[in-house]
């Protein structure tokens, strides 16, 4: 069965179910449409019967694809019609419960107005009479594909729709490799899992290995099963599962794999018995690969027989699905992530070349980069393809291969059906999701917002989806998705378009019309999304006119509209007619007020508006909307209250900022009635309450408020109260993920937020009376207090003096999860960081100037920041002038140093240990630093150092730098005399830079006494290496060396600033690699360097 049929049948399921709902079957009836539905409804019925039979033609007849267009085009619309259905109903329901309630001060308020009533409307008459030929237009297409079905001979199908033709082949546990690449760590890993020896009740452990489909899953199982380490297993036994989790077949192939004989028996309990029997007391390791079920009954009967083992045995489950790892009941699970370039282009290599010379091959590093963009670390796609390629001779075979999907190059290409039975087993409504992601360009990290299906206005999260997921999406989508990438549109393209419900578009900075013509072509298209490409995705957006006065108002079936970052300052009133509208996007654009037809949209669940710093207030009947899930108007300060009767939203699910009002405070107990809370809450303009106002209701402000225990995100903003309520530290509250305390001025405390479990970001700001955080943030009697926090975040304390983070032998273990820490402007906190933060990544120390950093116990720190700090020290007080050398002994995982501003510091430390990730140094405004570690040579991960503004820095330490891929700028170091490599020499040019053999990037700024650059008569010379070097303030350089420039062959960036008297390039000219040449201002240098004029 195709994929793209796999969707459809999915879709005309859900139509069905909506044809049988309740309010589609009573207005219906009202309507007296109800025997054209249930005609539909029994059609439907007919075309299911013979759906997987059209399937399987498809391939060979094109016909029956042009049938399954059809169907599927029609089913949008009927899926259309069924919407305006429900939004007609809700509309007249909505003007009823009006009018009732502007009557309820009269004679009739208890009248009821009959539904009938109501319908003649001129705007209901007018939706009749447009819905009656709706109705009858679909139902003259039904006819015509019921029509097709018989003249195509479209055959009944008893069994329904099988998946069987297309299953994963089975897998074996002899090896299929001889050599398995960049796997050496995860295979240790796997058998550290396998061979720990851990006491159970069950007496075995159960091991999944997740990861996407052709990741290695099972080569790596193969790898662990078959290492000579397992065999102290006494049993050890490979069963292939895939989808059909058949307890019978599974416990029976086990059964016979241990025992070596094969097994007659069909009842269960027999053979579990047996297998009971030939597993007790011996110790046995068994895969299960390729698992997709998560019925945990079916689970727990596999299972039963294994209690009887050894203690010690292992299970090892393979499986795609994380949810499939959390059924089988373990909370450990191994997750395995994609092979690196190098390793994926070693194993396409294997496959491709086999032991001939991959040298021979034209074009080799063009080939590599294609092999590695196309499989993106999954080995199976590298396998597929080297194989695909290794019979190929021709430069254009080769090519038409790589530049194709790689599904559609052979009938035997694994990839298709392993992906596509992980489609299979999403969901009906996650089928449609994830073709809806066809819209999405390769590459393109989308937030979590931009997904529609769960969005959230905390932007943390970014997402990328692998390329062969992207061209599965965009294969099931078919033609009912498009997207525009910086391309021209034929004629022949937009007739394609023209089946579409789907669209995205890549933004330049300004969209003018011709951008948009295709979209005229566009009957019912659903998703409006312009999509931004990096090198504007910081830039304002400008779009022409015509898109909202003429285009909008044609796509009467949207759904999704996003209008982010343009430079828009009003939507038209015409909003209000695109009754489908689900999701509106206009943050940062500039807009300064919404339409109040936007009110309209009963329909709308998403309302964007992050950023949008202009607009100055909400549209009035804002609570007609009430099916808003999501309202979103962070960054929207000029927004003074929120409208009234904001309370009726009753399916509000997230409200990312509430906004006080001045002068009808008393609407804070609105929030009370927000029973569906529960994405994110800020509360903010808390001020407005002061003591002359309401004394009692400032202390008392929160109590009230106290939130849906689904809450996940809360911001607190400008409270006034001197104490945060009992329930901001209640357990109970377990679902709180985001908690932020900003700008609360008078509260001299913190809540105990220790007990929040699921706590995962945690930010204390603006907080001018804290003093002290003492034990009491923890929670009495807590053990592991914050046992979920991973950031966490103080900034603007000024009165912050004491942090009590830990007690002499009290054994409680706290910020297990931290990783990130950041401390910002808090110039009197003393004392010491927590003792104990084993998985810190990144560590943030901004304007602490009495702060005593310890580094004993960060094994894992990758980044490090301190950023004007006087007085930075490790051990204690008296060490305030270094940090000690010891202390990077355990950053082993550091990747980025940077300190900045630190006037007093006048050593880092003595020297570098083992830091061999370390990537970066950053040193910036260090007035008394006088050296730099030594150990700079064994910094093999080391790719830029940046040191700037040092001026009593002396000397690089002895042996240099490291031998490795290297940026290097220095700068404002005036007594500088030597750089690496060399000792001090007499000559601040002589540098040695040529023993830096794989320097990339030079930047050299200040010499003031160089005439030469570099300085011939004592044979100095640049690395041939070098792609971009920067010259900066030489103000006696006259000549550049022919000798130094002659052998840079793949310099591409020279830049040359503030060398006065330079009036000539090297004799022998600038190296023919050469793209791009900067000189600033020097009328000599300009006039020799003038297109077909200058001397150069």
Not at 7 to 31: G, I, K, P
Not at 599 to 615: A, D, K, M, T, W
């Amino acid at each position: 069965m195709a994929v793209g049929g796999l969707f459809l049948s999915a879709f005309l399921q859900m139509l069905f179910d909506r044809l049988m709902s309740r309010e589609v079957l009573n207005f219906a009836r009202r309507e007296g449409v109800i025997s054209k539905l249930e005609k539909w409804k029994k059609t439907l019925l007919m075309i299911q019967a013979v759906f997987s039979d059209a399937e399987e033609k498809q391939l060979t007849d094109k016909a029956v694809k042009m049938w399954l267009d059809d169907l599927q085009d029609l089913a949008y619309d009927v899926e259309d019609i069924l919407d305006e259905f429900a939004t007609e109903a809700l509309a007249r329901k909505l003007k009823v419960e009006h009018h009732q309630s502007s009557s309820s001060n009269s004679k009739v308020q208890n009248l009821i107005i009959p539904a009938c009533f109501t319908s003649l409307s001129p705007s209901s008459v007018k939706f009749n009479v447009g819905m009656g030929s709706k109705i009858r237009s679909i139902s003259s297409r039904f006819e015509e594909i019921c029509k097709q079905k018989v003249e195509l001979g479209l055959q009944m199908n008893a069994g329904g729709v099988s998946i069987a033709g297309w299953q994963r082949p089975t897998s074996t546990c002899l090896p299929t490799e001889p050599a398995v690449f960049g796997r050496d760590e995860d295979k240790a890993k796997i058998l550290e899992m396998v061979l720990r020896d851990e006491p159970t009740d069950a007496n075995f452990s159960l091991i999944p290995i997740v990861g996407m489909a052709g990741v290695g899953k099972t080569t790596l199982a193969r790898v662990a099963f078959d290492d000579k380490a397992v065999e102290m297993f006494n049993l050890r036994s490979w069963v292939c599962v895939s989808d059909d989790f058949d307890i019978l077949r599974i416990t029976k192939s086990i059964l016979e794999s241990i025992t070596f004989s094969p097994n007659s028996l069909k009842d269960l309990n027999q053979i579990q018995v047996q297998l009971r029997e030939a597993v007790a007391g011996k110790r046995f390791l068994i895969v299960l690969d390729d698992v997709w079920s998560k019925n945990y009954s079916l689970w727990n009967t596999l299972k039963s027989p294994f209690r009887a083992g050894a203690s010690g045995s292992k299970i090892l489950v393979t499986t795609c699905s994380t949810d499939v790892a959390l059924t089988v009941g373990t909370a450990e699970y191994y997750n395995l992530k994609l092979l690196s370039d190098d390793d994926c282009w070693s194993v396409f290599v294997k496959h491709a070349f086999e032991k001939r010379d991959v040298g021979l091959h034209r074009h080799m590093g063009s080939i590599r980069k294609k092999v590695v963009q196309k499989c993106r670390g999954l080995p199976l796609a590298a396998e597929t393809l080297g194989g695909l390629l290794r019979c190929k001779q021709s430069d254009d075979e080769w090519d038409e291969i790589l530049n194709s999907k790689i599904w559609y190059l052979s009938e035997e290409s694994n990839i298709l059906p392993v992906l596509r039975l992980s489609y299979h087993h999403l969901p009906s409504h996650l089928k449609r999701c994830f073709a809806y992601c066809a819209i999405f360009p390769k590459d393109y990290e989308f937030e979590e917002m931009e997904s529609i299906f769960q969005p959230s206005s905390n932007n943390s999260f970014k997402f990328i989806m692998h390329d062969l997921v992207n061209d599965l999406a965009q294969w099931i989508s078919g033609e009912t998705s498009f997207r525009l990438e910086n391309e021209m549109v034929t004629d022949n393209k937009s007739r394609r378009f023209r089946r579409a419900r789907h669209s995205s578009y890549t933004c330049g900075f300004y969209d003018g019309k011709s951008k948009f013509e295709v979209f005229h072509e566009v009957e019912h298209l659903r998703t409006f999304l312009p999509v931004l490409s990096y090198e504007i995705r910081l830039l304002t957006r400008y779009i022409t006119d015509v898109v909202l006065s003429n285009l909008l108002p044609k796509f009467t079936k949207l759904r999704v509209l996003s209008l982010k970052k343009y430079y828009i300052t009003e939507l038209p009133h015409s909003i209000g007619d695109l009754k489908h509208l689900r999701y509106i996007n206009l943050s940062e654009t500039m807009i300064r007020c919404l339409p109040e037809s936007i009110c309209s949209l009963c329909n709308l669940q998403f309302l964007i508006l992050r950023g949008c710093y202009r607009l100055k207030k909400l549209p009035s009947n804002l609570r007609n909307l009430i099916n808003l899930r999501h309202l979103v108007v962070t960054y929207v300060d000029l927004i003074r209250e929120m409208p009234l009767g904001i309370k009726e939203l009753k399916c509000l699910q997230m409200l990312s900022n509430f906004i006080v009002g001045m002068v009808t405070g008393s609407r804070l107990k609105d929030l009370k009635d927000f029973k569906l809370l529960r994405g994110e809450l800020c509360i903010s303009r808390l001020d407005y309450f002061d003591d002359s106002r309401n004394e009692a209701l400032e202390k008392n402000v929160l109590d009230m408020l106290q939130p849906h225990r689904s809450l996940k995100e809360l911001t607190v903003k400008c409270y006034g109260g001197t104490v945060f309520p009992s329930w901001m530290g209640d357990p109970l509250f377990s679902n709180i993920v985001l908690l932020r305390l900003e700008d609360c001025e008078k509260c001299t405390s913190l809540p105990s937020l220790g007990l929040l479990g699921s706590l995962k970001n945690l930010t204390i700001k603006g907080m001018r009376r804290l003093k002290s955080i003492g034990f009491e943030i923890y929670g009495e009697g807590c053990s592991k207090p914050f046992q979920a926090l991973e950031t966490l975040c103080f900034e603007d304390l000024p009165e912050w003096e004491h942090w009590n983070s830990f007690k002499e032998n009290d054994h409680v273990e706290r910020f297990a999860c931290l990783r990130q820490l950041s401390i910002v402007k808090c110039p009197r906190l003393c004392g010491r960081l927590p003792n104990h933060l084993p998985i810190l990544e990144k560590l943030m120390i901004y304007e602490c100037v009495q702060l005593v950093v310890s580094f004993s116990s960060l094994p894992l720190l990758c980044k490090l920041e301190i950023d004007r700090c006087k007085g930075v020290a490790c051990r204690s007080p008296a060490d305030l002038m270094s940090i000690n050398s010891d202390s990077f002994k355990y950053f082993r995982a550091l990747q980025q140093l940077e300190i900045l501003d630190c006037p007093k510091l006048e050593s880092i430390a003595e020297r570098f240990h083992n830091n061999t990730s370390l990537g970066c140094i950053w040193i910036w405004k260090c007035e008394n630093l006088k050296s730099l570690p030594e150990g700079l040579p064994n910094l093999n991960s080391l790719h830029n150092i940046y040191v700037w503004d040092c001026p009593s820095l002396v000397s690089f330490p002895e042996g240099g730098l490291p031998n490795c891929s290297l940026s290097v700028t220095i700068g404002k170091c005036e007594k500088l005399k030597a750089l690496p490599n060399l000792n001090a020499y007499e000559s601040p040019i002589d540098w040695g830079l040529h023993k830096l053999t794989s320097l990339k990037i030079l930047c050299v700024i200040g010499c003031p006494d160089a005439v030469s650059f570099p300085e011939e008569e004592i044979g100095m010379t640049f690395p041939s290496s070098l792609t971009e070097l920067v010259i900066v303030r030489f103000p006696k350089l006259k000549y550049l060396s022919s000798n130094g420039f002659r052998n840079l062959a793949f310099l591409e960036y020279l830049q040359i600033r503030d060398c006065p008297k330079l009036t000539s390039f090297p004799e022998a000219g600038l190296p023919s690699s050469l793209l791009e040449l900067y000189i600033n201002d020097y009328p000599l240098m300009t006039k020799q360097c003038k297109r077909d004029k200058g001397a150069e």
